[in-house]
């Protein structure tokens, strides 16, 4: 088990990256008949929460780091490369080619070096492994202990936000997010439940949880891009070790989720940021008369393929 | 001229309405040269500006009201009716049949009374005076000084979140909010400068201020359905009187604005709300070395009507 914490993460990141916003809707809660808080982490530099963890994991590495490499779908390799180019070290990341084209752009713009591999998890493990025999210092995205615990600080900044929160709902897809925000909860607020919410078309998590055995048979297919990966080890161990539960929803019902968050909290949102709200609404009972937070994960969308997808 | 001024109106409605944030985006700033600063009604009440304009013109009212009844493309429909909500009044809508569904079911969702008719002036002002003739009082959308007072607050806030401003850039259909932000910044900060920004399809501002005489042939074609409204009277003498300049824009760059707002805000804006980011855009000499602040006005999209337009 993980020996670093959220809060020590946050004491370091604290003045690096946002604290964003906490938004509520009076439309939305009437709708739902539910009582929702949102944590906007679309609004996090680079658009995602990915940049705590790679902030924080930048700012453990000695002076001498000769630059560090990872593989992403796209928002870890963003935030990987604009946190390290913010300490002067450069980012290689690898990159499914399938990834997001607009995903790919962003990892350029923050100065990070693109190489393409296969759409598979063999590939992505194979092409990093390359650069680290070149020398370069591996971040990995989500199996890290101070990945995990930078991400956990989003779950610190919420309860401090909205103290009265009895639920925290995360998308899960390595789940470096979702067993950060589980250690943070735990050390500072036991008494909340922390929910895990995953795509159907993606179910590792859900699958690794139910039978106690990382799944080794894992093939997504979701417009969820974030949350294509395989769940890490580290990862299932701390939502195993800690009884998390992790509620699986359809395609469409992402879809719906995300053209909620649009429609009433006016915020883009990826579809990986919409899993959370969909999993509540999908299980609304388990919900009902309880004080819900949600974090909204990101908002890197490219707006012509979502089209496609949507109609 | 109008003798009730934006600071009036701010001391009525300043507890009743959002202090809506002010954001500003790194990227974009990169990407454009630019230094900008958006106001964000998007996410003011109802979702949009129209909402400062409704309480102010709703808490002028006598006590013995009956009712009150406008004509609206949608968002000051919507604005209305909430506000009359708020203090037990009803509210009746003249809408034309060809507004955005969203916006229909928007008004009725606040309380209003939907009634259709043709999408032209006549037939609104028509349907209008059929229920000024029951007896309702009618709030028009922006001919109107208590309405123009009230936009104006949008102004107030804005200088006073970012007191560097150098410009204020806002969308202009009938007005009410260019006119009410010209007067704010004439009484608080005569040394900004305002800009109306204009669909070149519904371009009746720019062409009524050139002619110095308010033009009758209006025909607007413009994805932007919040600005198809013919400039108002007060609101023509409001913007020749302080020699306010109108930028047009075409749909291209409407909607180019609108995905750039998406992308690097991650902000939901209607067409409407992208046209003054379209407008600094397309005359980005006028902007250059200055702090420019931009109001996006509203978020309320109908995304399936939009993605057919898009795409």
Not at 1 to 19: L, N
Not at 282 to 298: E, H, M, N, P, Y
Request: proline share 5%; net charge neutral.
């Amino acid at each position: 088990m993980t020996s670093i914490t959220p809060s020590d993460a946050f004491a370091i990141i604290a003045g690096r990256v946002h604290r964003t916003p906490l938004m509520t809707s009076e439309s939305l809660n009437r709708l739902t008949g539910l009582n929702l808080a949102f944590k906007c982490e679309q609004l996090q530099k680079t658009g995602s929460f990915k940049f705590r963890g790679a902030s924080f994991a930048i700012s453990q590495l000695p002076d001498d780091c000769p630059g560090v490499a990872t593989h992403s779908s796209g928002n870890h390799g963003a935030a990987l490369a604009a946190a390290a180019a913010a300490r002067g070290l450069s980012a290689d990341v690898v990159m499914p080619e399938n990834a997001v084209a607009s995903k790919v752009e962003a990892v350029r713009a923050y100065g990070g070096r693109v190489h393409f591999c296969e759409s598979n998890q063999v590939a992505r493990e194979a092409g990093l492994q390359k650069l680290i025999d070149l020398g370069k210092t591996p971040i990995p995205p989500y199996d890290h202990e101070h990945i995990i615990a930078g991400q956990g600080t989003v779950a610190l900044e919420f309860l401090a936000q909205s103290p009265g929160l009895d639920d925290l709902v995360a998308p899960i897809g390595g789940g470096g997010l979702l067993s950060g925000i589980t250690l943070a909860a735990a050390q500072i607020a036991p008494h909340v439940r922390v929910t895990g919410a995953e795509p159907a078309g993606a179910d590792d998590a859900a699958r690794s949880l139910a039978s106690g055995k990382r799944v080794s048979d894992h093939r997504p297919q979701t417009i969820a891009d974030g949350l294509r990966a395989l769940i890490g080890i580290r990862n299932l161990a701390v939502l195993s070790g800690h009884g998390i539960d992790v509620i699986t929803v359809t395609e469409q019902q992402i879809v719906e989720a995300m053209v909620l968050v649009w429609r009433h909290l006016k915020q883009v949102v990826e579809p990986s940021g919409a899993v959370p709200l969909a999993a509540v609404l999908a299980s609304r009972q388990r919900f009902t008369g309880r004080r819900v937070g949600i974090v909204l994960s990101g908002g890197n969308l490219e707006v012509g393929a979502l089209l496609r997808e949507i109609q």
